[in-house]
């Protein structure tokens, strides 16, 4: 008979019977067209021997892992349950909710959705992959050594186009068991898988310190990759730190999306209103500059028709405000009240523009007493007419080059009233989709003490390790927590359904296949929506 984890309703018997390893002189590999596996038996000594000297100290370990295990078995029940009731309509709850605990019960988040996978990403998922499920199997195969079972073989299977890997023990050996071994051997896989998370998560909580003597955390996030076909090719290349954004400063790479997610609401917030001259100054109120009327009569004047406003190539619209807290009246009729008010389109050089003052209070590094609508007697304040969808933004950064310039970000860019004049120093405007810079720049939050590019890429990957680790690991231990058949979940069930000693063996077999079967069509179920959610 062919080893295997036991999958099929039996009796179990006390733990007196003496248990021996299991010695498989020769494997045969399975190759068909759905299904082919690589077995190996290299393990079984070692594995074997570690487990019955240190069985004491395992059965304690792992009897942990029997509890924890239990707990997240009747959680994700619990979830399914509900899952069956929103299908069958028998209650109408809060569909938001049912999404999150959807995407959390099999690790997807929703912010990967319609996000494209790139090559390193799937070498990540790769990698990760293997050391959760060979950890997955190498907790079964300890458990079953401290109860005396060597396992038979380690395979390493693909049905269909679905990889996965086994640990093979003898069924009749796995029937003797008492109910408590059995738990301990079936949970065991959940239980590493959980507590490989745990040590990911703590290796990304103290990854600043490990590697504080070699880099500097939290203190300018710093590009690594510009996408060629990205915009900011232009301005930003490998081994520069932003500094700021809009004159907020710039911390680490949460700091980066956080200020990003913003700008993309607030940009998209007034989708819907077809104006745009109150679309533009519902998104720009607030963040203007003082332009001088010798500029102003330098510029091109250019009228709105319809409802586009264009400028010639390299030229920006803007519009000029007397006061920024009346740019927003409550009519519709914003062009009507914009010629009342005496303001006017024009058309400036961006980089002219960047190097005035700043008027309004939509500027993060701004601290002035003084009115938001105010400029000096010899300008005006004028703001970014901008379309649907897109944002003004000032990018503050420092080049690697020469070698002082490394330390500048470190300054408080808002504090230092001469950093403009100072040649590390540059800025650039974004105009357009603010999604576009989040997913073509590659940024990481930890910057080389020393100047050589050797290195600047090791905090980024082992994070991304930890992270990709941590969630396919994540996904493991729930997916063999499920009561599905074919994984831990349905041994796991198998087992318990031997404590309910008031259902005779009949009505105990029924009551498993049932809860198998609902198990198993309401893990279909939410594996359909949230690959439709992905979609």
């Known amino acids: 008979m062919e080893g295997r984890r036991i999958r ?7 733990n007196q019977t003496t248990l021996l390893p299991v010695r ?3 494997l045969s590999n399975t190759i068909s067209c759905w299904y082919c596996d690589c077995k190996s038996s290299i393990l079984n000594e070692p594995l074997f021997r570690f487990g019955r000297r240190y069985s004491r100290g395992l059965k304690a370990w792992f009897s942990m892992g029997v509890g924890f295990s239990l707990a997240v078995l009747s959680a994700v029940t619990m979830i399914l349950l509900y899952e069956i009731g929103q299908i069958l309509c028998l209650y109408y709850g809060n569909t938001q909710m049912s999404n999150v605990m959807s995407e959390y019960l099999f690790g997807v988040p929703s912010t990967i959705s319609g996000l494209p996978i790139s090559v390193a990403d799937i070498g990540y998922l790769c990698i990760s992959s293997i ?4 950890v997955h199997e190498l907790g079964h195969a300890l458990a079953a050594a401290s109860e005396g079972i060597q396992m038979e073989y380690i ?11 086994l640990v093979a023990f003898n069924h009749e050996l796995l029937q003797a068991l008492s109910k408590g071994s059995a738990l301990r051997i079936y949970c065991a896989g959940v239980w590493h898988n959980a507590v490989l998370c745990a040590v990911c998560a703590w290796a990304l909580f103290l990854q600043p310190s490990i590697l504080y003597p070699f880099y500097i955390h939290d203190e300018g996030p710093m590009v690594l990759d510009v996408s060629p076909t990205s915009p900011l090719s232009s301005y930003l290349s490998p081994g520069d730190v932003i500094i700021s954004l ?3 400063r710039i911390n680490n790479v949460q700091e980066w999306s956080q200020i990003i997610a913003v700008l993309t609401e607030r940009s ?3 989708s819907q209103n077809h104006n745009l001259l109150e679309n533009s100054m519902k998104r720009s109120v607030g963040k203007g500059y003082c332009i001088p009327y010798s500029l102003v009569e330098e510029g091109k004047r250019i009228s709105l028709e319809g409802n586009e406003a264009s400028c010639p190539d390299e030229l920006s619209a803007f519009i000029s405000i007397p006061c920024l807290d009346q740019a927003m009246p409550d009519d519709d009729n914003l062009e009507v009240n914009h010629q009342r008010d005496g303001s006017e389109l024009r058309c400036f050089y961006a980089k002219d523009v960047l190097k005035l003052e700043k008027c309004g209070d939509g500027w993060g590094g701004l601290h002035s007493n003084r009115s938001s609508c105010l400029c000096s007697k010899e300008g005006t304040c004028f703001l970014p007419l901008l379309l649907t969808g897109e944002a003004w933004m000032e990018i503050t950064y420092s080049s690697p080059s020469p070698l002082q310039c490394s330390q500048l970000g470190r300054m408080r860019v808002v504090d230092d009233d001469n950093f403009r004049e100072n040649p590390c120093v540059k800025t650039f405007v974004f105009v357009g989709d603010v999604i576009s810079i989040k997913h073509s720049v590659l940024l990481t939050s930890y910057r080389p003490r020393w100047s050589a590019k050797f290195g600047a890429h090791l905090p980024y990957v082992l994070e991304k390790f930890l992270m990709f680790t941590f969630h396919v690991s994540l996904t493991l231990a729930l997916l063999n927590s499920l009561p599905v058949y074919f994984l831990d979940g349905e041994a796991i069930s198998e087992v318990i359904i031997h404590y309910f000693r008031f259902l005779s063996s009949r009505r105990r077999r029924t009551v498993l296949q049932y809860f198998l079967i609902g198990g198993t069509v309401a893990s279909i179920l939410i594996f359909v929506r949230v690959f439709l959610v992905l979609l």
Request: net charge positive; no cysteine.
């Open 246 to 248: 809009d004159d907020i």
């Open 131 to 134: 050391i959760s499920v060979s």
């Open 155 to 165: 395979a390493v299977f693909l049905a269909v186009l679905f990889p996965g890997a």
């Open 268 to 270: 998209y917030q007034n």
């Open 24 to 26: 498989v002189n020769r």
């Open 8 to 14: 099929r309703f039996g009796r179990w018997g006390s």
